[in-house]
Nanobody, 122 residues
């Protein structure tokens, strides 16, 4: 079993930055790919970014490409999402997930965190 705990969310003005962290416990993240998803009120959960186990492959939703950066530190069992130039439409609950990339940017999830709220004011 893997437990995922997100942190780093909060309230920020448009144009600002936040760095989300997702710490895993229970067992190593090897060989899981890691991903970030988000869900805004009244909307479905959507893919944001993913990273392979080695960190050599990363994928982004078009809406965040060039603004967000996903990274991981396997020694610390932690994955990060650096979010820059935030927009009000980035407001959502952000979820960390461990799973499989497959042949696309995300195939399936085995574990989910509880989420962290990100609110971007205009």
């Amino acid at each position: 079993q893997v437990q995922l705990v997100e942190s780093g969310g909060g309230l920020v003005q448009a144009g600002g930055s936040l760095r989300l962290s997702c710490a895993a416990s229970g067992r190593t993240l090897n060989p899981y790919a890691m991903g970030w998803f988000r869900q805004a009120p009244g909307k479905e959960r959507e893919f944001v970014a993913s990273i392979s186990w080695s960190g050599s492959s990363t994928y982004y939703a078009d809406s965040v490409k060039g603004r967000f950066t996903i990274s991981r530190d396997n020694a610390k069992n932690t994955v990060y999402l650096q979010m820059n130039r935030l927009k009000p439409e980035d407001t959502a609950v952000y979820y960390c997930t461990a799973g499989i990339l497959g042949s696309s940017r995300w195939h399936s999830s085995d574990y989910w965190g509880q989420g962290t709220q990100v609110t971007v004011s205009s």
